[in-house]
């Protein structure tokens, strides 16, 4: 089983709107953390936020939140009024005790003006 | 702002041959990681490093592979033969506390 699934291989979002992106993970471990990084095109890996499993509260930084359901096993990225700047690729990972992480195959956001 | 920085920025080398890929990690930072991500695929983890010895390791990195921290500063990653689908971007991190920070990475080829 996939231990981070994305099954949104592009999305698309009008400037100034909202748009969410998927994530959903599979983990035995009751301790974990979900992050989500942004690839431009560039190629460098950007860190965004961070959700440890015993936070009660949802991670905001910014434009960025994470809508965690702990029993669904998701950890959706919320972008609030996207921006131009904001098209790159985001991908959502997940570290395990031990700190091994695992990675999704990632989604295209595109921002169209 | 402390950034990671990563050499060389691009390396071609034959197959069969040794490359060593360096990384100096924001000081302060205690773990370290090398990943990798094949051209258009996704991020794929390679090893975690703190307090000098690899804490945890993937699949991928097998007996071709070895990190060093050789002084207080370098952080190394060896691929002692390289073979055709070594090819990759290469990516350092370190981290104080969750996220880490990402380098530029170091695009490798092998021929």
């Known amino acids: 089983a996939q231990k981070i699934t994305q099954t949104q291989p592009g999305m698309f979002v009008q400037e100034k709107e909202a748009v969410t992106l998927d994530c959903t993970y599979d983990t035995s471990d009751p301790s974990y953390g979900l992050f989500w990084y942004k690839q431009p095109s560039s190629g460098e890996m950007i860190f965004l936020i961070y959700?440890?499993?015993?936070?009660?509260q949802n991670a905001t930084e910014g434009r960025y939140s994470l809508n965690f359901q702990k029993a669904r096993k998701s950890a959706n990225l919320v972008i609030s009024a996207s921006q131009l700047g904001d098209s790159a690729m985001y991908f959502c990972?997940?570290?395990?005790?031990?700190?091994?992480?695992?990675f999704g195959t990632g989604t295209s956001l595109t921002v169209i003006p | 702002e402390p950034e990671v920085t990563q050499t060389p920025s691009h390396q071609v080398t034959q197959m069969g041959q040794e490359v060593i890929l360096r990384c100096v990690p924001i000081?302060?930072?205690?773990?370290f990681y090398w990943y990798r991500q094949i051209l258009g695929q996704k991020v794929e983890f390679l090893v975690s490093?703190?307090?000098?010895?690899?804490?945890?390791k993937s699949e991928i990195f097998d007996d071709q592979f070895s990190v060093e921290r050789p002084d207080g500063s370098n952080f190394t990653l060896k691929i002692r033969s390289t073979k055709l689908e070594d090819s990759a971007m290469y990516f350092c991190?370190?981290?104080?506390?969750?996220?880490?920070?990402f380098g530029p990475g170091t695009r490798l080829l092998v021929l």
């Open positions: 490093f703190y307090n000098n010895e690899i804490s945890e």
């Open positions: 959700q440890g499993s015993y936070d009660q």
């Open positions: 000081s302060n930072h205690l773990y």
């Open positions: 991190a370190s981290s104080s506390a969750p996220g880490g920070y």
């Open positions: 990972a997940m570290r395990e005790t031990g700190n091994q992480f695992y």
